[in-house]
């Protein structure tokens, strides 16, 4: 095994090396997921199987078990406070960054100063948004009083810039309040900014007066508006067009087509995805959970692994996939598996154990009403062409289903809620998972195995079009980006949609979020 391919490779070749006929002829006779599942977890060469060695010779997927690095966050901040002596902001404000991905949870205090001093050069950089942002965090963590009025007058600045006046009152009416406590302040610098924020709150005051109180403009929103289909969506694929409905015929399957003539370049699909992984290069540049570039990034408070791009999009992934997975991240990047893979997984640990539980009964019976986008029993009827599948084909996925099954168990999901403490290396010297969780790993370690078969067909590559930055004086008429691929995700409207090699659309992606348009009138 080589230090950078993954160890489930060898895991595969030990468990089919290790199989002979009879137990293979077993295998082969199973006719249902969670039976191919339960048998191969049974196996004396799976329960048996140590981990540890291969795990410690991959040498790429991130540090396990999942640790932070106080020293490291604290020579980055250093770094951060020399780059700002030279008055390069760009610089200071990515070394902050750096520093709070390395950050330990429980140093608030030491965090909230990295984040006060990142609003700084963000300040200087013009991203007063941005500022305002980092201020509020700094402060929700504990700021040191005796600091406060830093924030409190930086805030105050920036809302000046943004005209949100009313705020900018207030603003300085903390920064007055917030100078009682400025213990080691020079006097005569606390007098001079007591007496300039009295200024401006009497400019301020008498100008809301004299232009009769106005409301304050709304903060500028980060992120660009969401695609929206033109006229109505079809009432039963509401993440499409009416102007296309869906068919389908014994030979050719499901298929999509026109109910009107149709305008090239006219939007026909807008869908987020079902399920969506960002590729692991990506992981410290691109938002974990919808996938846009990060130059401001907030870091998961637990890991070092994985950085967002908003506190919504922080919350979000911390109550859902990334609550189970963040200490086990790094042994799903470090066995090699696909993004297709690591997809199966996360349709799991996105949802609570007791929605899978509360649908599995009738989960052979079609959804009758619209089709749902985050409805996983639409996801469970898409194509998986199980009856065309070699037996070797179900050995080789539930092989890594196995895998899987055992991150489930020591990430906390078979208990029902994420584990508060890092996995240790030693959970994994062997990938028996405990009698007690014997009905989940046959609903779950099957879940995940049908996910496999129905991604290889369905899952779909996230793009992101990248362009250089133009030369001087060279006028732009045809762009030189590339498309990068990013991530891989599964729209399940899209996946009725027809291949052809003459597409009649075109797709591109806003963050996760897919839009389709006509090619041609």
Partial sequence: MSQDEGFFKKFHETINSSLDDVTRNNFANLESNAKRVSYLCSLPIVRNYNVIDDLQKCQTGG???????????????????????K??????????????????EKETEELSIVLANRSAALNHLEQYEDTLADIKRCLSLGYPRHLRYKVYERRARCLLVLKRNKEAVSAFQDTISSLDEATKLDKEKRQKMRTDSKLMLEILNKGLVLAGNPKDPEPLKKTPPKPKLPGKNNPQYPAASEAIQIDYEEVRGRYATATKDIEAGEILLVEKPHSGVLLAEYSSTHCQNCFIKCPIPLPCPKCPNVVFCSDKCLETAQKSYHGFECHILPLIWKSGCSITC????????????????????????????????????????????????????????????????????????????????????????????????????????????????????????????????????????????????LAGAVFPTLALFNHSCDPGVVRYFCGNNIVTRGRQS
């Fill in 87 to 104: 008055g390069d902001w760009a610089k200071a404000m990515q070394l902050y960054s750096q520093s709070m991905v390395h950050m330990p």
């Fill in 63 to 85: 540090e396990f078990p999942v640790k932070k690095d106080l020293e490291k966050a604290r020579q980055l901040k250093d770094e951060g406070n020399k780059a700002v002596q």
């Fill in 342 to 485: 690591h997809i199966a997984l996360r349709m799991i640990t996105q949802r609570k154990k007791e929605y899978f539980t509360s649908i599995i009964q009738d989960i052979d019976t079609k959804v009758s009403g619209p089709y749902k986008t985050d409805d996983y029993r639409n996801i469970y009827h898409l194509v998986a062409h199980e009856d065309k599948r070699s037996k070797l084909d179900f050995l080789h996925r539930t092989q890594m289903t196995a895998f899987f099954v055992k991150l489930l168990e020591v990430s906390g999901y078979f208990d029902g809620k994420p584990r508060t403490k890092p996995v240790e290396v030693d959970e994994l010297k062997t990938l028996a998972v405990d009698d007690k969780y014997k009905e989940d790993v046959a609903l779950f370690g099957g879940l995940i195995l049908k996910n496999l078969q129905i991604l290889k067909f369905n899952a779909h590559e996230v793009f992101e079009l990248q362009c250089p930055k133009p030369k001087v004086d060279k006028n732009i008429i045809k762009h030189e980006g590339k498309s990068t691929f």
